[in-house]
């Protein structure tokens, strides 16, 4: 039939579309909540009691991407979900995007072409810090909190992508040809669904005591991203075994327990990430012209009726 061919073709596309994206909405999801639920006593309980908003947002940089394709932003945002180490063996990997940039140029590569994931997620960390910094000094503040949620969220989907490990590797669709061309296999896609089919009651909770503050952000992140790459020939193993889109995972199989694996890994890379930035956001100082003390609190539930007259100057 002609609706059931375009439904086809239309899924076809949002298939191509979604290619690379790193797990899907469901995994984002369910990692960032899991990262949340680990978070130590002594961060704010507001951050996990915006687990709902958190974990919408954890999702976001791919719905920039699939919502605004083929723009500058889409451009722009890709490569930071991404970081592939083959270009990068014995290198002594710059700590700054900028640094990275020139690298590129130097080495006659694209920063397409390598990825950016190690900044956006640098960079992102550093903005949750900034904002966790104003929740200390205004901690009634809700705009700051509200703040710290949107950062928290898009924190976690650059840190998750990384432990997808066919995010880390030039090898990200397949194995390339002998030309460097990606035979483009359908092999990520079935990868980024994998967290999103374990069984909703499977337990994937992380031990809070792994929820630590890295000791070095750069240097953690790209331990994450070398632990990911490791787990890339396992991967490879498995493509046999990988679930269809419309087959669910076994979490007693080997992909299942590979999946397990991932999911908690990202989980604990998120809560860390999160921990890091409370950590040094207590050593920020806030300069004396800024002041967020005074600031208007949204409407608080306010009664139905409506004032009798409108205040002066109101209108
Ligand atoms: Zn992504």
């Known amino acids: 039939m002609t609706l059931s061919k375009s439904a086809a073709v239309l899924m076809a596309a ?34 996990a009691d915006g687990a709902d908003t958190i974990a919408h947002l954890a999702f976001e940089p791919d719905v920039f991407r699939a919502l605004m394709d083929d723009t500058d932003l889409d451009r722009t945002e890709s490569p930071q979900h991404y970081f592939d180490l083959e270009h990068l063996e014995g290198v002594d990997i710059p700590t700054a995007r900028f640094d990275m940039l020139r690298w590129c140029g130097r080495n006659n590569l694209r920063p397409d072409q390598v990825g950016l994931a190690p900044y956006a997620i640098v960079e992102w960390t550093q903005r949750l810090t900034s904002a966790l910094a104003e929740h200390r000094a205004w901690p009634d503040n809700p705009h700051i909190r509200t703040k710290c949620l949107v950062y928290a969220g898009l924190l976690a989907h650059y840190a998750q992508d990384i432990c997808q490990p066919l995010h880390t590797t030039v090898h990200y669709d397949g194995r390339l040809d002998e030309a460097g061309r990606s035979p483009t296999s359908g092999i990520h896609q079935k990868v980024d669904a994998l967290i999103g089919k374990l069984p909703d009651d499977l337990d994937l909770a992380i031990d809070p005591v792994a929820a630590q503050p890295l000791d070095d952000l750069f240097a953690g992140i790209i331990a994450e991203i070398r632990s990911s790459h490791a787990r890339v020939d396992r991967l490879y193993e498995l493509e046999d075994q990988l679930p269809d889109p419309d087959e669910s995972l076994q979490a007693d199989s080997p992909v299942g327990r590979f999946a397990a694996e991932r999911a908690r890994a990202a989980a604990t890379f998120t809560a860390r990430l999160y921990a890091t930035a409370w950590r040094d956001s207590a050593s920020i100082e806030i300069p004396p012209w800024h002041d967020r003390s005074a600031e208007p609190s949204p409407p608080a539930t306010q009664p139905a009726a409506a004032p009798a007259t409108m205040p002066a100057g109101g209108g």
């Open 14 to 47: 949002l298939l191509v579309a979604a290619a690379a994206q790193g797990w899907h909405d469901p995994g984002h999801q369910r990692t960032t909540r899991l990262a949340l639920a680990a978070l130590p006593e002594s961060m704010p309980s507001f951050l």
